[in-house]
């Protein structure tokens, strides 16, 4: 029996991600029917004021954050939780506003003493100037997620001027070198990490990476769980997602992404495993990773969703 009965699913938001949480609530929330809750739907848009309504007048024991994207996973909704007093799924305001910032996760990353590529912040404008780094570098916000506004720039590619045109994700952004190889996620639940998926994008539906239309359109990615890589690769990436877990201060469920340079190494030695960031919120639509891994290990969706709603809190 649940200890908590009813809950308020809060998905859609007014982020670039909103279609994705559209997706990510209405599974989240028929989920959490069928594990016996009492469910109620809330679709996030401009007006605060009407949330806070809603929230107080549907008096949720929880609130299931399905939110993606700026205001729903970095730390503003999280503070207009705490406020009012209402436990809520993923991490709390911290965690959430740091893993947000990919330079803020950068610095929390290697004070833990975890590996991350090569590069940092610039005024985007610079890029109209000269290349900051060698190429192949790549290019993205500094707080957004689902790969939205990431550009690889490579030699010959003459896109920089554009990227700087078409940019419109505040003055800064993040520039790395670019790590050849593989994507490689791990899903953390708690202090647990579930499995290593092996990412490769359908190149007739992505740019050459895992960007968006490889993320949430069907077909637009192959995931091979576990990842078939070398048994010390494996262990490390598992090690890894649980640190740098801890390093941001999450809770519930994360998923960390990481590049996996096994390029020039024979499948007999491990390659150069390199942390790309944490999702503090990651998605949970029928193509998701998360989800893919937990019933891996044996978890069911709606044993998820349950889970994490159990593992709700406030923290205020």
Not at 13 to 30: D, N
Not at 31 to 42: K, Q, T
Not at 47 to 71: C, E, K, M, W
Not at 86 to 100: E, F, K, L
Request: proline letters at 5%.
């Amino acid at each position: 029996m649940a200890r908590h009965r009813r809950v308020s699913v809060l998905f859609g938001g007014i982020s670039s991600e909103r279609e994705v949480s559209l997706s990510t609530g209405r599974g989240v929330a028929q989920a959490l029917r069928e594990a016996g809750y009492a469910v109620s739907e809330l679709d996030a848009g401009e007006d605060l004021r009407a949330i806070v309504s809603q929230l107080t007048d549907d008096r949720p024991d929880v609130v299931f954050n399905a939110l993606h994207g700026r205001f729903g996973e970095d730390g503003c909704i999280q503070g207009v939780l705490d406020w009012m007093g209402i436990p809520y799924t993923h991490s709390g305001v911290r965690a959430s506003a740091v893993a947000m910032d990919k330079e803020a996760a950068r610095a929390a990353f290697a004070a833990a003493g975890l590996p991350i590529a090569r590069g940092g912040a610039i005024a985007v404008e610079q890029l109209a100037d000269g290349d900051p780094l060698p190429v192949p570098y790549v290019v993205k916000p500094l707080n957004e997620g689902s790969s939205v506004g990431v550009d690889i720039v490579r030699a010959g590619s003459n896109i920089r001027d554009r990227i700087v045109r078409d940019w419109r994700f505040g003055p800064l952004a993040l520039v790395e070198e670019f790590i050849p190889g593989r994507e490689l996620t791990v899903g953390v639940m708690g202090d647990r990490a579930l499995t290593v998926t092996d990412i490769t994008p359908n190149p007739a539906l992505s740019h050459g990476f895992y960007d968006y239309e490889a993320k949430y359109a069907a077909g637009g990615s192959q995931h091979v769980l576990p990842a078939l890589v070398h048994a010390d690769t494996f262990a490390l990436a598992m090690e890894m997602a649980v640190a740098a877990h801890r390093a941001l201060g999450c809770r519930g469920a994360t998923r960390t992404d990481f590049r996996y340079d096994d390029t020039t190494h024979g499948a007999d030695r491990p390659g150069r495993l390199v942390l790309l960031e944490v999702n503090t919120q990651p998605g949970m639509t029928p193509t998701s990773l998360l989800p893919e891994q937990a019933a891996h290990v044996g978890i069911a969706f709606p044993e998820l969703c349950a889970w994490m709603v159990e593992n709700a809190a406030c923290r205020a």
